[in-house]
Nanobody, 113 residues
């Protein structure tokens, strides 16, 4: 299983970024996939996930600002992040659970105030 995340970067508060995560080695369309983030000196937390039938779940802190989506033909997971706050600064990881947790390598999002 490989998860390759991309799309992070530096953005000003109020700006937008779109993260992507390309998956291989799994039957992507059948699995719930998601995004987590970890800020410095904080625990890793769920940002959002999406089931195989496109049911979504969001952390309260990102509801209304972030949108998770998936393209099963491309085996790719997305996270559209709008109205970014400095507190969104973190390393973002894509995730899938297949008898154990699999994580992408992480992509850094930095939001300046």
């Amino acid at each position: 299983v490989q998860l390759q995340a991309s799309g992070g970067g530096l953005v000003q508060a109020g700006g937008s970024l779109r993260l992507s995560c390309a998956a291989s080695g799994i039957n992507f369309s059948l699995n719930t996939v998601g995004w987590y983030r970890q800020a410095p000196e904080k625990d890793r937390e769920l940002v959002a996930n999406i089931t195989s039938n496109h049911i979504t779940n969001y952390a309260d802190s990102v509801k209304g600002r972030f949108t998770i989506s998936r393209d099963n033909r491309k085996r790719t997971l997305y996270l559209q992040m709008n109205s970014l706050y400095p507190e969104d600064t973190a390393v973002y990881y894509c995730h899938v659970y297949l008898r154990r947790n699999y994580w992408g390598q992480g992509t850094l999002v930095t939001v300046s105030s």
